[in-house]
């Protein structure tokens, strides 16, 4: 039975918004486990591409969603998570945008997300969480006492993401990215099931133009200034 005590950060947004940085370096501070959300997602994808699934087939989509061998194990410094699926480190193959689109795309079946639902849930441990993602406020855990939903410019997200896939040695192309997050962000927040959209009582933070030095800070001063329990 998992704990509804333990106290749970939502941070969700669109691709690119600097969610993870943000999630990571907020956990560190707090001493805190970590959900990406997305890599579950991502995973699921990967695994249907391994097994020959059709990306259309709800039904063998949720019966893998629920069988999937994966483990995340966080990095020494904290800074992300090594993920294993069937006894393979796919950290890495995880991240390309194809990768990404093919999560968008089996992330709009409502069978798949229920599949799903419990083994994101299964994150939330003591002393606390912070998760990531796009419905983390609204679906999976609508009763968390931080929510915030992160936002930029679409130019912004793209420029971000191009750094972030070169840093890892993922060959990109700027204009590219920017159209294939524009049309993520489209498929994301118009689907029918668990739609991106910032919860009621989320706090919403345009970061275009902030570093993540200035994100982390006014987050950590939204938490702290917040009357909730954290520990
Ligand atoms: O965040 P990331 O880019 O890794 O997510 C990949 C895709 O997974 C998103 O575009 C979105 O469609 C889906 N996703 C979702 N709900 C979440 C996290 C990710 O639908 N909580």
């Known amino acids: ?13 669109p691709s690119g918004a600097g969610k993870g940085a943000i999630c990571c370096r907020l956990a560190k501070q707090l001493g805190w486990h970590t959900l990406d959300s997305g890599a579950i997602y991502r995973v699921l994808a990967l ?6 699934v059709s990306l259309e087939d709800e039904t063998a989509l949720a019966t ?4 999937l ?4 194990y966080p990095l020494p410094d904290l800074s992300g998570t090594q993920i294993i699926l069937e006894g393979q480190d796919v950290s890495f193959s995880l991240r390309s945008e194809s990768c990404g689109a093919a999560a968008s795309q089996i ?11 419990g083994r994101q849930r299964a994150f939330r441990t003591a002393p606390g969480l912070v998760a990531d993602g796009r419905d983390m406020g609204t679906v999976v855990f609508p009763e968390a006492p931080i929510k915030i939903f992160l936002t930029a410019s679409i130019e912004e997200r793209a420029q971000r993401r191009y750094k972030q896939l070169i840093n890892i040695g993922i ?6 990215l920017a159209i294939e997050i524009a049309e993520r962000d489209k498929r994301d927040s118009t689907r029918t099931i668990a739609p991106l959209i910032a919860a009621a009582d989320a706090y919403v933070i345009d970061t275009t133009g902030m570093s993540i030095e200035k994100v982390v800070a006014r987050v950590s001063s939204i938490v702290q200034g917040l009357n909730v329990t954290l520990n």
């Open 1 to 13: 039975m998992i704990s509804t005590n333990i106290p749970v950060i939502a941070i969700d947004g």
């Open 47 to 52: 695994a249907a591409h391994h097994n020959k």
């Open 64 to 67: 893998l969603a629920i069988n």
């Open 69 to 72: 061998k994966v483990h995340f």
């Open 107 to 117: 992330a709009t079946s409502p069978a798949v997300r229920q599949a799903l639902l």
């Open 171 to 176: 060959d990109a192309k700027l204009s590219n």
